[in-house]
């Protein structure tokens, strides 16, 4: 659970850093990128909101990983370092969805206001592509294919308690 916990921030933190860093100076050492937009789909249906990482199988240690959040249609544009675009190689595709939910309500006394007490957060894709070692979605990224028209589906509908 604390590794599950540990990743996901860590996903966060590349999700912030890569889209604030989108106005700074393109790194020297940043690779040619290739447009990469697909569509995540759940049970054939567009999976909104979800985190999709592009992770290198031929450098585990690569600098750049691509990463973005799907649209209302299931659809997203990856970006490497703030930048559209993939660097050539092939990656594992890894896709997490979660949410708040089951929120508990109290009312301040004092101020009449409605706080939150508690929340229970849900995962909502299974757990075999969250992670890298088990995910069954791969991409190779060529300078010689449109990489457009995939569409990955991560299987039925879930929702387990993560904390």
């Known amino acids: 659970m604390f590794r599950f916990f540990v990743s996901i921030m860590l996903v966060y933190l590349v999700c912030l850093i890569s889209f604030g860093c ?3 100076a393109r790194p020297n050492d940043l690779p040619k990128l290739y447009p990469c ?8 249906t567009p999976l909104a909101g979800a985190t999709v990482e592009f992770v ?15 649209d209302d249609n299931g659809n997203v544009q ?18 997490r969805k979660n949410i708040d939910d089951d929120f508990v309500y109290a009312i301040d ?4 206001e409605q706080n939150i007490v508690s929340y229970k957060k849900y995962q909502l894709v299974e757990s075999k592509f969250i992670n890298a070692e088990t995910t069954p979605h791969e991409i190779e990224i060529t300078n010689k294919r449109n990489h457009t028209k995939t569409t990955l589906d991560v299987g039925e509908p879930i929702k387990i308690l993560i904390e």
């Not at 937009?37 to 054939?44: D, H």
């Not at 450098?59 to 799907?70: E, S, V």
């Not at 006394?109 to 009449?112: A, L, R, T, V």
């Open 22 to 24: 989108a106005d700074s």
């Open 37 to 44: 937009t697909i569509t995540i789909t759940q049970s054939n």
């Open 56 to 70: 290198p199988t031929n450098q585990p240690d690569a600098k750049y990983h691509a990463l973005a959040i799907t």
């Open 78 to 95: 990856m970006s490497t370092y703030g930048y559209a675009g993939v660097p050539l190689g092939t990656y594992k595709i890894i896709v």
């Open 109 to 112: 006394e004092s101020s009449g």
